[in-house]
């Protein structure tokens, strides 16, 4: 789970589930009671933003687009995700071909760049 996520009070992970809804420049949690009640325990909103890996990815690909390629979206992307202050590098991966999904990343090498920001 993400560093900046805690269970509703009473509850635990078992009773629960979290939905996260992932947009450009906004992520929502959502965790809801299980069935058959699915009711809405907890809400947080935070903001989202690109990793410079992701940046450097999406750039290459318009020097290609110039060049009359065509914009392909490359995996894995990831994005930072902050929320009460706190920040975690999720990864979208296309496991799938038509659904990209999101992990936290533990890999050093992409959350070197929100630590060094952190203790700035």
């Known amino acids: 789970m993400p560093k900046w996520y805690t269970l509703p009070p009473n509850y635990s992970r078992d009773e629960v589930t979290i939905e996260i809804i992932h947009y450009l420049k906004a992520t929502k949690i959502i965790t809801y009671s299980l069935v058959p009640e699915h009711k809405i ?49 999720f990864e979208h991966r296309d496991d799938k071909g038509t659904v990209a999904y999101l992990y936290v990343s533990d890999d050093p090498k992409i959350t070197s760049y929100i630590n060094s920001t952190q203790n700035k």
């Open 41 to 89: 325990l907890k809400e947080q909103v935070g903001i989202s933003r690109q990793h410079p890996i992701s940046e450097a990815a999406d750039e290459e690909e318009r020097k290609r687009v110039r060049k009359g390629g065509r914009f392909e979206t490359s995996f894995p992307r990831y994005h930072i995700i902050t929320i009460d202050g706190i920040e975690e590098v």
